[in-house]
Structures are given as structure tokens and as C-alpha cells.
Antibody
Framework: QVQLVQSGAEVKKPGASVKVSCKAS????????MHWVRQAPGQRPEWMGW????????RYSQMFQGRVSITRDTSASAVYMDLTSLRSEDTAVYYC??????????WGQGTLVTVSS | ETTLTQSPAFMSATPGDKVNISCKAS??????MNWYQQKPGEAPIFIIQ???TLVPGIPPRFSGSGYGTDFTLTINNIESEDAAYYFC?????????FGRGTKLEI
């Protein structure tokens, strides 16, 4: 069955970068797109960007433009999300979510990123 | 950017009740609306796709309706296990956007 397993919680200082991984199993990585979504405490989820199926084109939300990068390693069946220049407002749970053509379906378990000095 | 206005933010129900959760889009999104259920500390679960299609494995007491700008998630004959946070998502245009969510208490 489809599973997305994310890397563990991170604590970072303001200005640092974080890289969160999402390892996929139960399907071939390149047949589906992958989204990254974050959810801060008490806030609605925010879409950050995606990497497409097939050729792996990326698209990012303007809110994160220049700070976020999504990549994939097909040999490892994994997708990665890098977020730079962290600030306290980036404290949130970050999710990867697969998209088989009708929006996010399977979600990872979430990775808590805490930004604190 | 398409804004989703979800209501109510909070609702309380009794087992056996029927509840409706609304999500209104700021522009026409055809049927590109999904609904998710999320319990504390857990990942979201996909329950309704393309506005009206029940995701396999989801109990039939859940249903979705709507097209264009107005959408509704309905839960019939509510059970205690349905206590959760529910949110809508539009995947018609980038950036994908979410409703603010509805906390359902049983």
C-alpha cells in the first residue's frame, strides 16, 4: 500500500535552513506529483509547492518564492523540501502529500520544524 | 489566488445527527474540490474527491455536493469517531488553497 514516511522533527535557529525528506513506497515515485503543505498551530494549511510527475517540474507558492526548493531522488524514491532563511513564523508541521491527478491523496505523517533562538 | 471560505469554524453534534459543512470559492473551480479529515497529531485523510466522489474505504455516511463555487460536506448519522477537524482544498488553479477548517465535536 502507499506510504509516505517523513524525516524527524527539527529545531533550527533563525536564519538557518532545514531539509525535510519524504520517502515513498507502494508506487513508482515518478508516476505521481508530490506536494508540500505546512500547517502552523491554529492556522489553515498552506500549500508551499509541488514537483510534478514525469519530468519533475517544480512550482512554488509566491509566499515562499526564493526560499523553498523541492527536489527528488528517484533511486531513493524520495522527495525533499528545503526551506532557507528560517524565521519564527516558519514554525509548523510540514507534510508531503502525493497527487495522482485529483489533488493530494496520501499524506506523510508530518514533520515538526521549530524555529527558535 | 482562489480564496476558500469555510463555515462554520466549530460545531457540536450528537451521535445520529446530520451535519453540513460549507466551503465557498471566490471563483469558479468546476468540481476541483476535495475534503479531508484530520485528527489531532495525525496526517489528513482524504475523504471526498472531485466534490462528490467518496474515496474508497471511507464510510458512506460521508458525502459531498456542489459545483462551481459552492460546496458542502455532509455527514449523516454521525458517530463519535467522526470528531475531527475537516478542511476543504481547491486544486483547480495554483496556488492550491485551503479552507480554514471546521472543528467537529461529538
Amino acid at each position: 500500500q502507499v506510504q509516505l514516511v517523513q524525516s524527524g522533527a527539527e529545531v533550527k535557529k533563525p536564519g538557518a535552513s532545514v531539509k525535510v525528506s519524504c520517502k515513498a513506497s507502494g508506487y513508482t515515485l515518478t508516476t505521481c506529483a508530490m506536494h508540500w503543505v505546512r500547517q502552523a498551530p491554529g492556522q489553515r494549511p498552506e500549500w508551499m509547492g509541488w514537483i510534478s510527475a514525469g519530468n519533475g517540474n517544480t512550482r512554488y507558492s509566491q509566499m515562499f518564492q526564493g526560499r523553498v526548493s523541492i527536489t527528488r531522488d528517484t533511486s531513493a524514491s524520495a522527495v525533499y523540501m528545503d526551506l532557507t532563511s528560517l524565521r519564527s513564523e516558519d514554525t509548523a508541521v510540514y507534510y508531503c502529500a502525493r497527487d495522482a491527478n485529483w489533488g493530494p491523496d496520501y499524506w506523510g505523517q508530518g514533520t515538526l520544524v521549530t524555529v527558535s533562538s | 489566488e482562489t480564496t476558500l471560505t469555510q463555515s462554520p469554524a466549530f460545531m457540536s453534534a450528537t451521535p445520529g445527527d446530520k451535519v453540513n459543512i460549507s466551503c465557498k470559492a471566490s471563483q469558479d473551480i468546476d468540481d476541483d474540490m476535495n475534503w479531508y479529515q484530520q485528527k489531532p497529531g495525525e496526517a489528513p485523510i482524504f475523504i471526498i474527491q472531485e466534490a462528490t466522489t467518496l474515496v474508497p474505504g471511507i464510510p458512506p455516511r460521508f458525502s459531498g455536493s456542489g459545483y462551481g463555487t459552492d460546496f458542502t460536506l455532509t455527514i449523516n448519522n454521525i458517530e463519535s469517531e467522526d470528531a475531527a477537524y475537516y478542511f476543504c482544498l481547491q486544486h483547480d488553479t495554483f496556488p492550491y488553497t485551503f479552507g480554514r477548517g471546521t472543528k467537529l465535536e461529538i
